[in-house]
C-alpha cells in the first residue's frame, strides 16, 4: 500500500471553488488510472471523477459533470479536482484514490487498491 495524500478541501459557500490536491509520492505515479471519490454522512462511497494514465480520457459522474474537473501532473506525481459552482449536495470526504490498469475507465471502488485518507469539503447555503 503506497500513502495517497488529499489537501485542499474546505468550508465554502454555494457557488464557491475550490481545488482539491492528491500527491502520491511513492508510486509509479504514470502507470496508474487515478480517481476521486466522495461520501457524504449516512451514504455510501460514490465515484466523481477518474483519469487515465496518461491524461488522454477522463469520465465523470453525471451530479458533477460540467462543474469538475479533473487533471494530473505525472511530474509531479499529483492528480487535481478542480470543483467549480459548489453545491451544498457536494458536501463530503472526498478521496482519491489509484488503479493499477493504466488505461481502465472504471468507476468501481473495488479495482482501485490505493487509497488517501480523504479531505472534508463542506459546502454551505
Known amino acids: 500500500q503506497v500513502q495517497l495524500v488529499e489537501s485542499g478541501g474546505g468550508l465554502v459557500q454555494a457557488g464557491d471553488s475550490l481545488r482539491l490536491s492528491c500527491a502520491a509520492p511513492?508510486?509509479?505515479?504514470?502507470?496508474?488510472?487515478m480517481g476521486w471519490f466522495r461520501q457524504a454522512p449516512g451514504k455510501e462511497r460514490e465515484f466523481v471523477a477518474h483519469?487515465?494514465?496518461?491524461?488522454?480520457?477522463?469520465s465523470y459522474s453525471d451530479s458533477v459533470k460540467g462543474r469538475f474537473t479533473i487533471a494530473r501532473d505525472n511530474a509531479k506525481n499529483t492528480v487535481y479536482l478542480q470543483m467549480n459552482s459548489l453545491k451544498a449536495e457536494d458536501t463530503a470526504v472526498y478521496y482519491c484514490?489509484?488503479?493499477?490498469?493504466?488505461?481502465?475507465?472504471?468507476?468501481?471502488?473495488?479495482?482501485?487498491?490505493?487509497w488517501g485518507q480523504g479531505t472534508q469539503v463542506t459546502v454551505s447555503l
Open positions: 511513492g508510486l509509479t505515479f504514470s502507470g496508474y488510472s
Open positions: 484514490a489509484a488503479n493499477p490498469r493504466p488505461f481502465s475507465t472504471s468507476s468501481n471502488p473495488t479495482n482501485y487498491n490505493n
Open positions: 483519469i487515465t494514465s496518461g491524461g488522454a480520457y477522463t
